[in-house]
């Protein structure tokens, strides 16, 4: 069909020529569409402003040979200025976006859990449901394990020990037992692996009590798993801000 429609959130946008975008979206059902918003960045534009990265949009495409064409836009959500006024929630948002234009790796490919997770951990953030940092955590954790790297933050993630164990390993894929421990694990604070759990299962309670230096320690952990697992570093993590 030349003409199709599917909810989207903007991921990321680069010029073209003088007046025109390339915009990179998650839809909820064809995963990464590439198209193109002609005249988006004049101020004229109908719905320039609509297609900016954080932005949860109801959006029209026409299919091209190369790149579709954006030709109608609709809010479903307006994040972007709210997220984009504060340097906690735009370091964390822009980390999320990152990830999940790693994680939806192919254009065309249904990803609705990974939309969904995206979709969700945004209006949090604008919102300000949790603090940025947790909601940032959370999100990575809940959509590396939807990609197939889910970590277990209680058994042992090498032979299934049932824990809670006290050393942790990214490359065994979370917490080990004595028996499994590689050499030089950390051995992180039984609260830090409580946290991660919280993330994890989405247990709000939990998590939005856990001390500063917990989040902290489990903020790292939660880093280098991802970026072990991505394959590349997520170049937004180092702009993060930590409360």
């Known amino acids: 069909m030349p003409l199709y429609r599917d909810d989207a959130i903007v991921l990321r946008t680069q ?8 915009v990179t979206f998650l839809t909820r059902e064809r995963g ?3 198209a193109v918003g002609r005249g988006v960045r004049r101020t004229s534009s109908r719905f320039g402003a609509r297609l900016e990265p954080f932005m949860a ?43 999940a234009d790693r994680l939806v790796d192919q254009e065309h490919e249904p990803a609705v859990q990974q939309y969904w997770l995206l979709a969700g951990g945004l209006r949090a ?12 955590d959370s999100y990575l954790l809940r959509a590396l394990a939807v990609a197939g790297w889910a970590l277990s933050p209680i058994d042992c993630a090498r032979c299934g020990e049932p824990g809670p164990h006290h050393a942790f390993n990214v490359a065994a894929g979370g917490a080990v037992c004595p028996r499994c421990r590689p ?43 991802s970026q072990y697992y991505l394959e590349r570093t997520l170049r937004s993590l180092r702009m993060v801000e930590r409360s």
């Open 125 to 136: 953030l604008a919102e300000r449901h949790h603090a940025a940092g947790l909601v940032l």
């Open 15 to 22: 010029k073209l020529g003088e007046a025109d975008r390339i």
């Open 183 to 225: 050499p030089g694990s950390p051995s992180p604070a039984p609260e830090t692996f409580t946290l991660l759990a919280a993330l994890l299962s989405g247990d709000w309670s939990t998590a939005d009590t856990a001390s500063t230096r917990h989040r902290n320690e489990a903020s790292g952990l939660v880093a280098a798993y």
């Open 57 to 99: 949009v109801d959006v029209q495409f026409h299919t091209g040979r190369t790149l579709d064409t954006v030709t109608q836009v609709e809010t479903v959500g307006a994040y972007a200025r709210r997220v984009c006024e504060d340097y906690e929630l735009y370091t964390a948002g822009t980390a999320m976006l990152e990830a």
């Open 32 to 34: 990464k569409v590439r």
